[in-house]
Every structure is written in structure tokens, then in C-alpha cells.
């Protein structure tokens, strides 16, 4: 089983949609294509938002 930070997990991106929800990818994808900057950290009530709305 994977967690978030335990480091790279490239070998495993197949399963990556598991791991993460549909809104972080987009944000990635987003600044991965330079739509936006990379963006700061998020707040502990910022992620329990996201979470409570997927």
C-alpha cells in the first residue's frame, strides 16, 4: 500500500487516479501545462473541503 509521502511513485501511475482525486489532477495537469503557477501548499480546512466534495 502507497501513502502520500512515501516519495516517488512513477512506477505505480497506473494506478495513480486511485491515490488522488479527480481534482488534483486537473490542478496538475494545469500547471503542468503552465494554464496557472504552481500552486502554495494547501490549508488542513482547504483539504477537508475538497475531500467532503468529491
Known amino acids: 500500500m502507497l501513502c502520500d509521502g512515501d516519495g516517488p511513485i512513477a512506477e505505480f501511475r497506473k494506478w495513480c ?17 503552465g494554464v496557472k503557477e504552481v500552486s502554495k501548499p494547501l490549508t488542513l480546512a482547504e483539504r477537508r473541503r475538497r475531500l467532503a466534495a468529491a
Open 17 to 33: 487516479k486511485e491515490f488522488y482525486p479527480e481534482w488534483y489532477h486537473k490542478q496538475a495537469q494545469d500547471e503542468y501545462d
